[in-house]
């Protein structure tokens, strides 16, 4: 009877260390398809606001599309239309609309 409270008591142990390494395998799995794209898609985000400059073709978040007129500070004045200009924030600026009409935009002119 002494024995097998031993073994038992020993096989606690391992299913612990079991639970520990299936809670660091998730907190891993997490960071790898979670965590570290989202951060990197931050870094480029805030690269893409950093670099916009006069005469770029931009969208904003609500889907508005111009062409950056002037850069002022954490604003940017937006030419829509001839003599038509809108100021929005940098951060409503979509850096993925961005790229897709500036890549529509290069296949066109391929073509």
């Known amino acids: 009877m002494t024995s097998f409270i031993l073994l038992q008591a ?4 391992s ?10 395998s998730i ?10 794209p989202q951060q990197k898609k931050q870094k480029e985000t805030a690269l893409f606001i950093s670099e ?12 508005v599309h111009g062409k950056v007129y002037a ?4 604003t940017v004045l937006l030419e829509l239309d001839k003599g038509l200009k809108i100021k ?3 951060s409503a600026l979509s850096l993925e609309y ?6 529509v935009k290069e296949t066109k002119e391929v073509k």
């Open 71 to 74: 850069v002022e500070g954490d």
């Open 52 to 63: 916009i400059k006069k005469g770029d073709q931009v969208v904003t978040v609500g889907g």
């Open 15 to 24: 299913g612990i260390m079991g639970q520990v390494f299936l809670f660091g």
């Open 88 to 90: 929005v924030e940098k």
């Open 10 to 13: 020993g096989g606690g142990a």
């Open 98 to 103: 961005s790229r897709k009409t500036k890549d």
């Open 27 to 36: 907190i891993l799995i997490m960071y790898f398809f979670m965590i570290r």
